[in-house]
Every structure is written in structure tokens, then in C-alpha cells.
């Protein structure tokens, strides 16, 4: 692995955003390896209905705290996304290359939302 160390510590419960069901992209590897830290994954693909995936942050039920999200999806979905984690008091995104455009990242500046821009599939990640 190659970057700096992605701090996860205190970061137990994510939602991975992206295509999470297909093995081939990109979002269900960063499910496993975020999974390989011994930190729970919630999988939300806004590509449709798959059986126990979530299709949007807000169906995720509500007494069900999520300390981080990670965008792997396209800066329009992203944007949505980034409303939702607001609504839910979620404080962390991390954000995969290409995730990053458009509005992200003055949409999470006006949120409040703290981001970290990088590729968790590249970089040392800490066990939880």
C-alpha cells in the first residue's frame, strides 16, 4: 500500500455509497477492506433494490449510528448523499477519486462535514 495512513480509530460503523453489490467495481472492494479494519459496513447502492442493501443513507434506521461515510458514486449522487449524512449527524466522509467533483466538496464545506479525499483501496488503513 502506498499514502499516508488513513486513521480510522473511533470510525466502527460506515456506509459504503456506491455500486456495493457488483465484485467488480470499485465500492464493493472498499466494502471488504474497510470490513478487513473489523469496522462495520452498511451497503447502500442507489443503483436499485438488493437484498440487504440500502438504497439511500435514509433508509438506514435511524437508532442505528454511522460514524463515517465513503463515497464511491458520482458527484451528483454524492451531493444527495452528503445531504443525508447531515440530516443524520454524520461527521466523516471519506471520498474516492472521481466521487470528488462537481458540488461534493463545497456541498460537505456548507454541511459541516469533514472530508478526507483518497483512495481507501490504495492507502494503510488502521485496525478499529
Known amino acids: 500500500m502506498s499514502g499516508p495512513v488513513l486513521s480510522v480509530k473511533g470510525l466502527a460503523r460506515w456506509a ?3 455500486d456495493v453489490t457488483n465484485s467488480l467495481k470499485p465500492a464493493f472492494r472498499v466494502c471488504e477492506r474497510i470490513e478487513g479494519t ?7 447502492s442507489p443503483y436499485g433494490k438488493h437484498e440487504g ?3 439511500k443513507l435514509s433508509e438506514i434506521p435511524s437508532d442505528t449510528k454511522i460514524d463515517a461515510v ?6 451528483s449522487v454524492g ?6 449524512m447531515k ?12 466521487a470528488d467533483g ?6 460537505a464545506a456548507k454541511l459541516g462535514i469533514t472530508v478526507q479525499r ?11
Open 53 to 55: 442493501v440500502f438504497t
Open 16 to 18: 459504503v455509497v456506491g
Open 70 to 75: 465513503n463515497l464511491v458514486v458520482s458527484p
Open 38 to 44: 473489523g469496522a462495520t459496513v452498511y451497503r447502500v
Open 79 to 84: 451531493v444527495i448523499a452528503l445531504e443525508e
Open 87 to 98: 440530516q443524520r449527524d454524520i461527521k466523516y466522509c471519506f471520498i474516492q477519486p472521481g
Open 102 to 107: 462537481g458540488d461534493v466538496l463545497t456541498t
Open 118 to 128: 483518497g483512495c481507501v483501496l490504495m492507502q494503510d488503513m488502521q485496525k478499529v
